[in-house]
């Protein structure tokens, strides 16, 4: 941590901070320049609250120097982190592509959408049983019942099952009913006991973005998950709120790249709550798949007219199979399989 103190700054506002620095476990590097004194903080910053050194007086500015999130950081993990669940692999050169229906509704519904999904070539299915509405008098989702369905389904056609946990009351049973990867929504990124909770368990989770999270708070929630044992975190990028409004997020591309940078974990992008329209689908999950994303996250409804949410945007089965032969070609282009 650099601490830039004040331009009128006395000797006893150098001690102060000094010796706050030795209380909280670290030595202090003082450099008095002409106009200047600069403190450089040596030892574990991370520990350290920014604002107890913020509010001493004498003191201008206080920059980090190091990164707040550290498992999570490709500065402590170089190479690729690669997640295999049964036999299928996230993060490493082929590309998953995830889909399935917004909500499980019927047990019909279910088993058609996995055979859909296995007959595009996909090895995951999607399908929320527990759903974060807006309104409190929309369809909740069939709960422990829609678990059964979807495990169901997905084992008649060797799909293994990604779906949404909201609460922590409920893990015992994703637990029970084998859920091969747990997905924490947008608006559970900073429940922070609910990641604390995932992250004592070692199934693998799927982090969505917070409506308008910023990277750095999306990377320390993921070391939330990380700091309890569970490495095995998939982020996941779904637009964020922004001004426009002719769709319905906004999708972040420079989150790819960026995250790729900053992190060793896999990433994906879900094109379905980004655009919010089926037509925007294709569009946005070749741009995805051309920026470095590891997977997608779609959403395919048997019957798009009958969904019981979403049904805007959820592709038809055959638009999902034409997708997957556009995307094979983008991926072979960006030197990827899928
Ligand atoms: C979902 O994927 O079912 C969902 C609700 O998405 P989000 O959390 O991104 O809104
Ligand atoms: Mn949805």
Known sequence: MIIVMGSHVTEAEIQGVENKLINLGLTANISRGVERTIIGAVGDERKIHKEALEALPGVENVMRVVKPYKIVAREWHETDK?????????????????????????????????????N??????????????????AFQGKGI??????????????????????????????LEHKVDIIQIGTRNMQNFDLLKEVGKIHVPVILKRG?????????????????GGNHNIILCERGVRSFETAYRNMLDVTAIPMLKKET???????????????????ALS????AAGADGLLVEMHPNP??????ADQALTPDQLTQLMGELRLVAKAVGRDL
């Open 286 to 289: 070749k741009a995805a798949i």
């Open 120 to 137: 595009a070539g996909c090895h995951l299915m999607r399908g929320g049983a527990f759903k974060p509405r807006t309104s409190p008098y």
């Open 264 to 282: 060793h974990l896999p990433v994906i992008v879900d094109p379905s709550h980004s655009g919010g329209k089926a037509w925007l689908v294709p």
């Open 211 to 227: 409506l308008s999270a910023t990277i750095s708070e999306w990377l320390m929630s993921a070391e939330y998950i990380a700091a």
């Open 82 to 118: 690669i997640i295999s669940i049964k036999n299928i692999q996230l993060g490493g050169k082929t590309i998953q592509i995830i889909a399935g229906p917004c909500s499980v509704e019927t047990q019909t519904q279910m088993d058609l959408s996995a055979q859909h999904v296995r």
């Open 145 to 174: 019942e829609g678990l059964k369905m979807m495990r169901q389904a997905a084992d008649k056609h060797n799909l293994l099952v990604v779906t949404e946990l909201m609460d922590v009351r409920t893990l015992d049973a994703f």
């Open 305 to 310: 007219c009958d969904a019981w949410c979403d």
